[in-house]
Each structure stands twice: as structure tokens, then as C-alpha cells.
């Protein structure tokens, strides 16, 4: 009987702890539904990525090339290729009816964090000649460099050697005279990329967060997080993009350190971030915050009137309009006081068609009015 009723009694109990487990994973993960790590909102500086360059040829055209009768340039590195490859003398007379070559611009950009021996990387390729195309061609074995040309000049050494092929071009249509060979830059030379700077690492803010309120909320994280281990006022606001946090921590190397402090969860409603706008004119791509809002207004462009005030507004001698061919109403609320969202107007524009440069044009002058809160951001 004492078994039965202690075995009961334990069962008990390990529903009651399995419950309340339940309920604490339940809250732990509703406190992080809104968190991001650290390294989700900034980088670290001193890892930044590189361009290396060279001056190359790429060979294979079919009647595509340099005319070497119209460019000096380029028959000068073609004979340099002959004489190195098969010891023939060929002067720039001797080059004049070739038209398979082209001089060309390489460029390789190394990826944030660095490159080691052996990584492959995707090389751009652009004529530096008169060249037609480079469709199809190959590339001669190129060395690459840093495009910044140290003063010692000696210490200017390849990092990587470029070739292969075929050049895949951007846009045939355009003429073929830029493009792109995949994996085509071997890295013969690591290279490494340290994040510290004595005993600071620095953390840069990424352009959409960037701001005092974000950096301070995220140095504020960061303090939080390292009191745990008994380090203090480790993190400092140095302006609107920089954090720089000290390294205190003899039971960690500086690697390990790093490590852990861009896992750290920083809730995102504290960074108090302002609503954004952002523009891509390239790809005609506009997003918009769900909190952007518009107070009444309306607006004209060329023959079309769209006004947030409805029903629309008549005109008076005090106020005249202009004469529209096209007009929609959007309402903003019973008193035609209240705010709308922009994202409502920009959907209305593109259903009576507005052109995407239009929509812009609008919203920067909303911007400029006071209409609307939020910023503009235009990507490059």
C-alpha cells in the first residue's frame, strides 16, 4: 500500500515539473520570437572583403577582337604572350590582321572574412580595347594583385592567378564587351583578415540599423550579456555605426570571445528603429514598413489625382484644381482626419498603372511635405 501511494505521488510530481518545463520553454521562446543575434545587425570591422586586379587576354574570338591595326595597346601584350609561350619574334606588323584576341580589365572581389590557398572565386572580365565581344573566349593565365599599390612596390605580389573559361558575357545583346568567368581565380596566397585592434574589437552597425538609439540599445545588450562573466562597461558608443567592446577575458582566447559575443541576443524592439522606405530604382522594388503612414492628403501627377480625402475635394475660386482625367479616392476614416498606410496609396498607383519612377517621385515628395514619417533609403 505505501508503494502504491509513494509511486502515485511521484507520478505526481513529474507531471507538475513536466508542465511547469512546458511552460518555461514556452515563455523563453515567446521572449526570443522578437530577438536576433548580434552579428544579425552588425559586422565586424577589420574583416571586410578586397578587390584583387589584373590586366589579361582573353583569346578564342571569332573575328571579335582587338583590330590591332586601329589599337596600339593592344598588340603589345599579344607579342609579349607569343615571345613568353613559344620564343616568336612578332612585331606589332606582324599582328595587324589579328582580330582573335582581346585585351581585357580583371577584377575578383574577395569575400568578407578573407580567402585561403586553393578557394575559387568568380572573376569580371571588361574590354579594355576596341573589342566587339569576348563571348566564348578564354583567359590567359592573369595574376592578381591588391588594387591598392603599397609604396614598396616589391611587396606588390600576386594573390591569385585567373584563367579559364568561356567568359560568360552579361548582355549579347549590348555587344558582349563585359562578363564574368565562374570560379575562374585560384588563391595562391592566403588571405587573412584579423578583427582585432589591440585589446578592442569594433563592431560596425549595418546601414539599415544605423543610428544612436540602435547603438546604444546594442551596447547595452552587449554589457548585459558580458556582466554575466563579470566584465564590466566592456561596450562603448563610439558614434551612430561604431560599438567598440573591450577584450577582458583571460579564460577565453580573443577568437573564442568573438565568437560567443555575436551570438548574443538583442531583442529588436529595442533597437527602436525609425520606419524606412526603401528604394531600388534598378530592379523597380520599393518596401515599405507596415507602420509608414500618410496623413490626408492628396495628390496630382500629370492628368491623375488620387487624394486620401473622400469624396473628393471641389473646387473653389480660394482653391483651385487642376482639370484630371482620372481620380480614385482612398479613406482614411469617418472624420477623413485619421492616417492611412503609404503602402495602400503605392498599391492604388500601381493598379491605375503609375509608372514605378512615378511611385517614386510621389512618395519622395510626400517625404519632403511632411506627409509621411519615415526614411527614404535608395539602394545603389
Given at each position: ?7 502515485a ?17 514556452c515563455?523563453?521562446?515567446a ?43 593592344a ?9 613568353r609561350l613559344g ?33 575559387r ?7 579594355v ?16 594583385v591588391?588594387?591598392?599599390v ?13 584563367e ?11 555587344g ?8 575562374g ?5 592566403d ?19 544605423t543610428?544612436?538609439?540602435a547603438?546604444?540599445?546594442i551596447?547595452?545588450?552587449?554589457n ?11 561596450a ?8 567598440r ?20 541576443q538583442v ?10 522606405i ?10 515599405i514598413?507596415e ?6 492628403t492628396?495628390v496630382?501627377a500629370?492628368?491623375l ?9 471641389e473646387p473653389?475660386?480660394?482653391?483651385p ?15 477623413n ?20 519612377r ?13 506627409a ?9
Amino acid at each position: 500500500m505505501l508503494a502504491r501511494m509513494l509511486k502515485a505521488r511521484i507520478t505526481q510530481m513529474l507531471r507538475h515539473a513536466t508542465g511547469v518545463v512546458a511552460v518555461a520553454l514556452c515563455a523563453v521562446s515567446a521572449g526570443n520570437a522578437h530577438a536576433g543575434e548580434l552579428q544579425d545587425y552588425v559586422r565586424v570591422r577589420g574583416l571586410e572583403g578586397d578587390t584583387l586586379v589584373g590586366l589579361g587576354l582573353v583569346t578564342g574570338l571569332n573575328g571579335t577582337g582587338d583590330s590591332m591595326k586601329d589599337s596600339t595597346i593592344a598588340g603589345q601584350p599579344y607579342a609579349q604572350l607569343l615571345r613568353r609561350l613559344g620564343n616568336i619574334s612578332a612585331t606589332r606588323a606582324d599582328t595587324l590582321k589579328t582580330k582573335s584576341v582581346a585585351i581585357v580589365y580583371v577584377t575578383v572581389h574577395v569575400p568578407y572574412g578573407g580567402a585561403r590557398i586553393g578557394d575559387r572565386l568568380d572573376i569580371r572580365l571588361s574590354t579594355v580595347g576596341n573589342a566587339k565581344s569576348i563571348a566564348g573566349g578564354e583567359l590567359v593565365a592573369t595574376y592578381l594583385v591588391s588594387d591598392v599599390v603599397p609604396a614598396d612596390r616589391s611587396q606588390w605580389i600576386p594573390f591569385a592567378i585567373a584563367e579559364g573559361g568561356p567568359v560568360e558575357v552579361d548582355d549579347p545583346d549590348a555587344g558582349g564587351t563585359v562578363g564574368a568567368i565562374r570560379g575562374g581565380a585560384k588563391i595562391v596566397r592566403d588571405i587573412i583578415k584579423s578583427p582585432f585592434d589591440g585589446n578592442y574589437v569594433y563592431f560596425i552597425l549595418k546601414q539599415q540599423y544605423t543610428g544612436y538609439p540602435a547603438a546604444t540599445a546594442i551596447a547595452g545588450a552587449i554589457n548585459e550579456e558580458l556582466q554575466l562573466s563579470n566584465i564590466t562597461d566592456a561596450a562603448r558608443v563610439v558614434d551612430s555605426q561604431t560599438i567598440r567592446v573591450r577584450i577582458d577575458d583571460g579564460r577565453r582566447s580573443p577568437e573564442e570571445f568573438l565568437g560567443d559575443l555575436l551570438t548574443t541576443q538583442v531583442p529588436t524592439d529595442l533597437l527602436r528603429l525609425s520606419s524606412r522606405i526603401v528604394i531600388d530604382m534598378r530592379n523597380e522594388v520599393m518596401t515599405i514598413d507596415e507602420s509608414v503612414e500618410l496623413r490626408p492628403t492628396a495628390v496630382t501627377a500629370g492628368e491623375l489625382r488620387i487624394t486620401t480625402i473622400t469624396p473628393p475635394i471641389e473646387p473653389t475660386p480660394e482653391s483651385p484644381v487642376a482639370v484630371t482625367t482620372a481620380w480614385t479616392g482612398i479613406a482614411t476614416g469617418k472624420d477623413n482626419k485619421s492616417s492611412m498606410r503609404l503602402k495602400d496609396l503605392v498599391e492604388t498607383m500601381r493598379q491605375l498603372d503609375v509608372s514605378f519612377r512615378t511611385q517614386v517621385a510621389i512618395v519622395e515628395n510626400l517625404k519632403a511635405q511632411g506627409a509621411i514619417k519615415a526614411e527614404i533609403v535608395r539602394l545603389p
